[in-house]
């Protein structure tokens, strides 16, 4: 019981923490989510939710590329973002 509550008094304040010092790029985080990412392994073109590009913004933002898991193949690899949000049927 000791243990989960020192556990919980760590996590609580540093969830806090990350959520308050991330609140003004929110809208930044969710643009990048509507992009599509490219798994190198497979080719497979996929979404993600924004809370999952939380850690690696910085590297979407320098490289074009963030550390993800591909929902077809399972391999965390550099996935590279997009540049379209837009499907290919969607195209006007």
């Not at 020192?6 to 509507?34: D, G, H, Q």
């Not at 690696?56 to 550099?78: M, N, Y």
Request: proline share 4%.
């Amino acid at each position: 019981m000791g243990t989960a509550i020192i556990i919980l008094a760590v996590a609580l304040p540093a969830f806090i923490f990350l959520y308050f010092v991330n609140l003004p790029r929110m809208a930044r985080l969710r643009e990048l989510a509507s992009h599509r990412y490219i798994c190198p392994s497979c080719g497979q073109r996929f979404r993600v939710k924004w809370y999952r590009l939380l850690l690696v913004r910085w590297q979407i933002e320098t490289t074009d590329k963030a550390t993800l898991t591909c929902p077809a193949c399972k391999t965390r690899d550099a996935c590279r973002r997009e540049t379209s949000i837009y499907e290919e049927e969607e195209r006007i």
